[in-house]
C-alpha cells in the first residue's frame, strides 16, 4: 500500500501527451482568440465590476483550459503550456510598446463616463455599468458621492479613474483658517513657555 502511495510514473509525468508543436500552436492560438473575444465584451469584462462577471471570466478560463493543453496532463505539458503563453504575451506587449497606433487598436481608448460633474447615461448605457456600481467604485477610491466628481472614466483596462471637483472658495477659506489657528496656537504655546521660564 504505501509502496503504491510513493510510486511516481516518470513518463506520465514528464512526457507530453502531444507533440511539442501542438503544444505550443494551441496557446498561441487561443491567447490571440481570447484577446479578440475579450476585445468585443468590452472594457466592462475587464472590470469584473460584479459577480456575474466574474462568474463569466472563471468559467471562460475553465472552458479554454482544454483547448490550450489538449489530451495532456503532464507536468512537462502544463511547463510547456505555460512558458508559450508568458513567451507570446511578452512579444506581443514589446511589439505593441513600439507600435503606438496598433497599440491603441488593440486597447482601446478611454470611456468618459462623467464629464464636467455630469454623468454622461448614454456612455453608462452603452459600457452596462449602472449608478450603484459607479458609487462603489467612486467609494473605493475614497469618494463619498458621485456630486464630488469632476471626471470619470473607463480605462482600457476595465479600471475606473475619477478626477475630483476642485474645493469650492468656502472650503479652501475654512481651510485657510483652520491653519493660521493652529500657527496662533503654537505662538501661544511658545509665549506660556516663555512667560514660565521667565517666572522660574
Same mark, same amino acid.
Not at 10 to 38: N, T
Not at 48 to 69: C, K
Not at 93 to 111: A, Q, S, T
Not at 136 to 153: N, R, Y
Given at each position: 500500500?504505501?509502496?503504491? *502511495?510513493?510510486?511516481?510514473?516518470?513518463?506520465?509525468? @514528464? !512526457?507530453?501527451? /502531444?507533440? #511539442? =508543436?501542438? %503544444?505550443? *500552436?494551441?496557446?498561441?492560438?487561443?491567447?490571440?482568440? @481570447? !484577446?479578440?473575444? /475579450?476585445? #468585443? =465584451?468590452? %472594457?466592462?469584462?475587464?472590470?469584473?465590476?460584479?459577480?456575474?462577471?466574474?462568474?463569466?471570466?472563471?468559467?471562460? =478560463?475553465?472552458?479554454?483550459?482544454?483547448?490550450?493543453?489538449?489530451?495532456?496532463?503532464?507536468?512537462?505539458?502544463?511547463?510547456?503550456?505555460?512558458?508559450?503563453?508568458?513567451?507570446?504575451?511578452?512579444?506581443?506587449?514589446?511589439?505593441?510598446?513600439?507600435?503606438?497606433?496598433?497599440?491603441?487598436?488593440?486597447?482601446?481608448?478611454?470611456?468618459?463616463?462623467?464629464?464636467?460633474?455630469?454623468?454622461?447615461?448614454?456612455?453608462?448605457?452603452?459600457?452596462?455599468?449602472?449608478?450603484?456600481?459607479?458609487?462603489?467604485?467612486?467609494?473605493?477610491?475614497?469618494?463619498?458621492?458621485?456630486?464630488?466628481?469632476?471626471?470619470?472614466?473607463?480605462?482600457?483596462?476595465?479600471?475606473?479613474?475619477?478626477?475630483?471637483?476642485?474645493?469650492?472658495?468656502?472650503?479652501?477659506?475654512?481651510?485657510?483658517?483652520?491653519?493660521?489657528?493652529?500657527?496662533?496656537?503654537?505662538?501661544?504655546?511658545?509665549?506660556?513657555?516663555?512667560?514660565?521660564?521667565?517666572?522660574?
Amino acid at each position: 500500500m504505501s509502496a503504491y *502511495i510513493f510510486s511516481i510514473n516518470c513518463h506520465d509525468l @514528464l !512526457i507530453p501527451g /502531444l507533440s #511539442i =508543436a501542438e %503544444k505550443i *500552436i494551441r496557446p498561441v492560438i487561443i491567447y490571440f482568440v @481570447l !484577446i479578440i473575444i /475579450l476585445r #468585443i =465584451a468590452g %472594457k466592462r469584462e475587464m472590470a469584473q465590476l460584479n459577480t456575474f462577471d466574474m462568474v463569466v471570466l472563471i468559467s471562460l =478560463a475553465n472552458a479554454v483550459q482544454n483547448s490550450i493543453i489538449g489530451n495532456d496532463n503532464s507536468l512537462s505539458g502544463g511547463i510547456i503550456g505555460a512558458v508559450t503563453l508568458l513567451v507570446i504575451n511578452h512579444m506581443v506587449v514589446k511589439y505593441l510598446f513600439h507600435h503606438e497606433m496598433l497599440y491603441h487598436i488593440f486597447e482601446g481608448d478611454p470611456d468618459v463616463l462623467i464629464h464636467n460633474g455630469k454623468l454622461r447615461m448614454g456612455r453608462l448605457k452603452k459600457e452596462l455599468i449602472t449608478i450603484e456600481e459607479m458609487t462603489d467604485a467612486a467609494h473605493k477610491q475614497g469618494i463619498a458621492s458621485l456630486s464630488e466628481v469632476e471626471s470619470a472614466f473607463l480605462d482600457p483596462n476595465g479600471a475606473l479613474s475619477f478626477i475630483p471637483k476642485e474645493p469650492s472658495a468656502e472650503i479652501l477659506r475654512h481651510s485657510e483658517l483652520i491653519k493660521k489657528l493652529d500657527i496662533l496656537m503654537e505662538e501661544v504655546s511658545s509665549l506660556k513657555s516663555e512667560i514660565n521660564k521667565i517666572r522660574k
